[in-house]
Nanobody, 119 residues
Framework: QVQLVESGGGLVQPGGSLRLSCAAS????????MGWYRQAPGKQRELVAP???????KSADFVKGRFTISRDNAKNMLFLQMNSLEPEDTAVYYC?????????????WGQGTLVTVSS
């Protein structure tokens, strides 16, 4: 069984930075894609930054280069570095992975970590 656990969220001042972490565990044979999503109050969940097979990295247009996705293969972790945070970035941030596991293809979501940007 594959599990994703996010951490690193919290309260930060506008203009500040946070680094989110996502730890993957379980019997993962292959990862097709993974990335970070977020869901703000009263909004639909949206893609923030994806990473696909081949380590191709891309961020959504609305973050305007402020966010950077990265991966540590040795520790089986995914990260999201968020800089110049704005109140509009307040949301629950979710780690997502599309994997081939023992039970076949699965899309896995973490429980989310709350980021609050407020003065």
């Amino acid at each position: 069984q594959v599990q994703l656990v996010e951490s690193g969220g919290g309260l930060v001042q506008p203009g500040g930075s946070l680094r989110l972490s996502c730890a993957a565990s379980g019997s993962i044979f292959s990862i097709y894609a993974m990335g970070w999503y977020r869901q703000a109050p009263g909004k639909q969940r949206e893609l923030v930054a994806p990473i696909i097979s081949g380590d191709s990295l891309k961020s959504a247009d609305f973050v305007k280069g402020r966010f950077t996705i990265s991966r540590d293969n040795a520790k089986n972790m995914l990260f999201l570095q968020m800089n110049s945070l704005e109140p509009e970035d307040t949301a629950v941030y979710y780690c997502n992975a599309q994997v081939e596991a023992g039970s076949g293809y699965r899309e896995v979501w973490g429980q989310g970590t709350l980021v609050t940007v407020s003065s």
